[in-house]
Nanobody
Framework: QVTLVASGGGLVQAGGSLRLSCAASGRTFSGYVMGWFRQAPGKEREFVAG????????HYADSVKGRFTISRDNAKNTVYLQMNSLKPEDTAVYYC????????????????WGQGTQVTVSS
């Protein structure tokens, strides 16, 4: 069992930055790939970014490429999402997820999910 707790969301103006954190407890953190997903009101959940077990490989949705950076610190059992140049369309609840399969963009492959943190970008 892995418990994920996401934090760092908030209200920010367009062009601003936020850093989300997701702290994991339970089984060996380095044994899981990690992903960030988001869901806006009335929309389906979508993949944002994913990172491999060691952090050597990352993948991003086209909509955030060049603006968001995912990273992890296995010593701290934490994954981060640095979000820069935020846009109003980035407004959503952001979820972190952990899985053992290297299918970063496939939400169904993740086994554990955090509770979500709200990000609101004002124009």
């Amino acid at each position: 069992q892995v418990t994920l707790v996401a934090s760092g969301g908030g209200l920010v103006q367009a062009g601003g930055s936020l850093r989300l954190s997701c702290a994991a407890s339970g089984r060996t953190f380095s044994g899981y790939v990690m992903g960030w997903f988001r869901q806006a009101p009335g929309k389906e959940r979508e993949f944002v970014a994913g990172i491999s077990w060691s952090g050597s490989s990352t993948h991003y949705a086209d909509s955030v490429k060049g603006r968001f950076t995912i990273s992890r610190d296995n010593a701290k059992n934490t994954v981060y999402l640095q979000m820069n140049s935020l846009k109003p369309e980035d407004t959503a609840v952001y979820y972190c997820a952990a899985g053992r399969l290297y299918r970063l963009t496939d939400g169904d492959s993740y086994e554990y999910w955090g509770q979500g943190t709200q990000v609101t970008v004002s124009s």
